[in-house]
């Protein structure tokens, strides 16, 4: 009898206030996360390492402060209590301190959970646990969740993320609770009420648009994840965006082929999180992820994903409105060569399809600064001509 009270008093706030945290996320979430280089080689080593050079590299500065430690970094088993343990090989120090160090640096940090019986890795699902697990995360002090979904056979998608959400939200601690459904479930038409960000898609593969199949499931390349959905922007917003995976910027790719992808994830409003090994990132790697006028587009107020205007050929030309009734405008080629680029502003009127924004630039003139040169180079009262090379972008900001 005890036991079942103290059961119903922790439960009560989760009856009576059942919801996610408000305002954690008013912008797209900015990190790094081990999965995309690291798989299950990960330690309280790297992390420290990490959150080091967060700081040292200007990644911090440039407005980065979420590191989150992906799967495989468990036991196998539960113990005794049914409590998730640390591995002792990988974090011998324990969560908790290793939280109180990302803490000391001004940053925050993140861990990985999963809905299902076990995770995608094989290590303890959440299932049944859920209750326990987010206290286990609060009293460690962890500022992320990347909540994934194998081993959910049966689960309701929606269902299975609102019993996290509750539990986070009765710890008392502000938890982002990012959802890894990889878009199965429509996630955008509920997940805005449950978590800050939800995955469209299934896992990233560190190309421009290649498709890599491993017989059960398939990895995407950076322009296979854009198009993977269609007509999902107007979900997304402040507080709830649609999440198109954690970034392969410095995995592989060239460097033009690395600034589109940075580039159109900035515009689409999608959280940036790193997934290159950022401790040996080349300059022009880390240049591109530190880039303040492309990050404050990604960052802009408004939360508004970019919408696709129209193709010049192989050129893709895509549109974002920004606060104080200013623009960016990105110009993407697709093709591997250089294309010849002309644009007449004054031919082209921009009319957002989901939201109240429109722009006629034969009657409206904006100045255009660059955003990757960092230059003012003209106004849309002249013709753009220019040469963009091949798998690149070229990216204004219109401003009055």
């Known amino acids: 009898m005890k036991k079942t009270l103290i059961t119903l008093i922790f439960f009560l706030p989760v009856l ?10 008013s912008t797209p979430p900015m990190g790094w996360n081990s999965w995309n280089t690291f798989k299950t080689n990960i330690n309280e080593k790297l992390i420290e390492d990490v959150a080091d050079a967060f700081v040292k590299d200007g990644y911090k500065e440039a407005g980065y402060k979420y590191i989150i430690i992906d799967d495989c970094w468990s036991m196998k088993q539960r113990d005794a209590e049914g409590n998730l343990v640390p591995d002792p090989a990988k974090f011998p120090g324990g969560m908790k301190a290793l939280a109180d160090y990302v803490h000391s640096k001004g940053l925050k940090i993140g861990i990985y959970g999963c809905a299902g019986t076990r995770t995608c890795g094989d290590y303890p699902g959440s299932k049944g646990y859920e209750i326990k697990d987010a206290k286990l995360f609060a009293s460690w002090g962890i500022d992320y969740l990347k909540y994934d979904w194998c081993n959910t056979s049966g689960l309701n998608a929606e269902k299975a993320y609102t019993i996290m959400r509750d539990a986070l939200y009765a710890t008392g601690r502000p938890i982002v609770f990012g959802i890894c459904e990889w878009g199965d479930n429509q996630p955008w038409l509920w997940a805005k009420n449950i978590g800050q960000l939800w995955r469209i898609s299934g896992d990233i593969a560190p190309c421009f648009d290649c498709v890599v199949d491993h017989g059960s499931y398939k990895d995407w390349g950076v322009m296979k994840v854009v198009y993977m959905r269609k007509d999902i922007r107007k979900y997304s917003g402040p507080d709830g965006f649609n999440d198109f ?6 995995t ?3 460097e033009n082929e690395n600034r589109s992808h940075f580039t159109i994830w900035s515009m689409l409003a999608s959280a940036l999180i790193m997934g290159n090994d950022i401790r040996t990132a080349d300059p022009p790697t880390v240049a591109i992820l530190t880039n303040k006028d492309m990050i404050s587009i990604n960052q802009d107020p ?6 696709k205007y129209k193709d010049i050929d192989s050129t893709e030309v895509w549109v974002k409105p920004l606060k104080n009734k200013e623009w960016a405008v990105c110009f993407l080629n697709r093709k591997r060569v250089p294309v010849a680029l002309e644009f007449n502003w004054s031919e082209n009127k921009l009319i957002d399809p989901d939201f109240d924004f429109k722009v006629d630039f034969s009657k409206e003139k904006f100045n255009l600064f660059s955003v990757w040169t960092g230059k003012q180079t003209g106004t849309t009262g002249e013709t753009l ?3 963009l090379e091949g798998h690149n972008v070229l990216v204004f900001r219109l401003s009055h």
């Open 245 to 250: 995976d954690m970034m392969e910027v410095g």
């Open 302 to 307: 408004l939360g508004i994903q970019a919408f």
């Open 16 to 25: 009576l206030f059942g919801q996610k945290f408000p305002n954690l996320a």
């Open 252 to 254: 592989g790719m060239t």
């Open 385 to 387: 001509k220019t040469k």
